[in-house]
């Protein structure tokens, strides 16, 4: 489930960068961007981001 969730994250942080350089998505991209941090925060918080 770990994996899954750096794969989410990893593909939204990669469809931001895109949505940034090519003045794409709007403000949809960047409310995808705030949903990923959340989840890398509360992922950090619980002690789940340890294992690899």
Known sequence: ???L???IITV???L???GLL???G???????L???????VVNLLTGRGARV
């Open 12 to 14: 939204l942080f990669a």
């Open 5 to 7: 969730l750096w794969t």
């Open 34 to 40: 705030l949903v990923v941090l959340v989840l890398v």
């Open 22 to 24: 090519m003045h794409i």
């Open 16 to 18: 931001w960068l895109i």
């Open 26 to 32: 709007g403000g949809l991209i960047h409310i995808l």
């Open 1 to 3: 489930m770990v994996g």
